[in-house]
């Protein structure tokens, strides 16, 4: 029997790393905030992510840890932190045993935005996002100069959102644009799962005083259960802001825009409600509001981010919080970093039912079992139109 579909909110602080796992054991990484034990203030508090992916991820035959997808919203270190220590880099041809023994995620397909090509963007990008950036380059050049190579796993690319620099001509059969729903991950048509593409807008990945908040990858994701459409409904904007939103309230169709799951952009900063200051103007757009009326039933916010305190941080913004929970309810808005207890933070995963999603236990430390290792049925792919 396979292991049900799943969304799992890791506690990495400020910063944003969430899991989607498939009923047929695809693995799904959106952003990354991967940190050292050696780095952190209240060792308590610090979470081993490495280690829970290395409990869940497949293996192949030579023992290398396998993602299926890895999507970056947006290149901002708090989403990419830890991507060239963690993560297998180059040619899978050149993979060799040291990757194997550094422990190394061999990552067969990469979601990433044009604004990575910006010229203006490219020496603003920290470390992290420069390393991805090389990787993102190499896979591009593949694609370009053999597409028979481009379709093999370590060398897949899909490029988020149009954009008309002209370093990205000639890829325009990997490119997603607003608007579109997909169900083609890691080279396999899903008939249980799919996402709706929001944003990024060709306006902001071009323009050069576009901030890469304001590129981030915005999209739902859809889950079919038993049989029952859109039994799971999720919502990620990366650290997309109140213009953002707005734009793509006034674009979508209102089933575009449902949601059970809504992790909080911007790690619950007030810029979701509004482009001007709470302390300028304490009211949130209409058209914020009018966004998160479109949750269902039970509907649940996820907040990535610090404790949350009343002070003048943001994010986490203290106001902000209080207006999801008039939304959904105070039992119903999660902080990551609070969850089960700000003393010891454990992942936020919530299986998706025929019913919706429904919150598990968190895990008990070394508890984490290998989905590869529960599953003992494999999936045929099929194909099915939209």
């Known amino acids: 029997m396979m292991a049900g579909a799943a969304i799992i909110y890791f506690p990495v602080g400020n910063g944003d790393t969430s899991l989607i796992r498939l009923s047929d054991d695809t693995n799904i990484l959106i952003d990354c905030n991967i940190t050292n034990k050696s780095t952190e203030d209240d060792e308590e508090k610090w979470y081993d992510l490495k280690d829970h992916l290395l409990k869940i991820l497949r293996k192949d035959e030579r023992g290398i840890f396998h993602i299926d997808l890895f ?3 947006h290149p901002d270190q708090d989403h990419c932190r830890g991507f060239e220590d963690h993560f297998y880099i ?19 397909e990469l979601w990433f935005t044009p604004r990575l090509f ?20 190499r896979r591009i050049m593949v694609y370009k100069e053999n597409k028979v190579l481009s379709k093999l796993p370590g060398n897949r690319l899909q490029i988020i959102g149009y954009s008309d620099n ?10 997603i644009v607003p608007g579109t729903l997909t169900n083609l991950i890691n080279a396999d048509h899903k008939k249980d799962f799919s996402l709706f593409i929001h944003a990024p807008f060709r306006k902001d990945l071009d323009s050069e005083d576009s901030e890469k908040n304001e590129t981030s990858v915005v999209f739902q994701a859809r889950f079919v259960v038993d049989g029952e459409d859109r039994a799971g409904l999720a919502l990620f904007g990366g650290d997309a802001q109140y213009e953002i939103w707005r734009d793509i309230l006034d674009r979508s169709e209102e089933g575009d825009l449902q949601w059970d799951l809504f992790l909080a952009p911007h790690h619950c900063s007030w810029t979701f409600f509004s482009e001007i200051d709470y302390k300028d103007d304490p009211n949130p757009r209409k058209e914020s509001l009018e966004l998160l009326t479109n949750k269902r039933k039970g509907a649940i916010v996820i907040a ?25 309810g105070e039992k119903d808005f999660y902080v990551t970093m609070e969850y089960p207890s700000s003393e010891q933070p454990l992942p936020l995963e919530f299986e998706i039912t025929k019913k919706g999603p429904q919150r598990k236990d968190p895990p008990r430390s070394g508890t984490i079992a290998s989905s590869a290792a529960i599953n003992k049925v494999v999936r045929v792919p099929q194909t099915y139109g939209f």
């Open 166 to 175: 002209k370093r990205l001509e000639g890829l325009k059969d990997i490119v």
């Open 90 to 108: 180059g040619d899978p041809n050149n993979l060799n045993d040291s990757a194997k023994n550094n422990k190394k995620i061999f990552i067969d």
């Open 304 to 328: 990535s981010c610090k404790p949350v305190k009343d002070d003048d941080d943001n994010p986490p913004h203290y106001q902000a919080a209080q207006k999801y929970k008039e939304i959904v």
């Open 71 to 73: 999507i970056l919203t």
């Open 118 to 137: 910006l010229p203006t963007n490219e020496d603003s990008l920290c470390a992290s996002a420069q390393v991805f950036l090389k990787e993102a380059r």
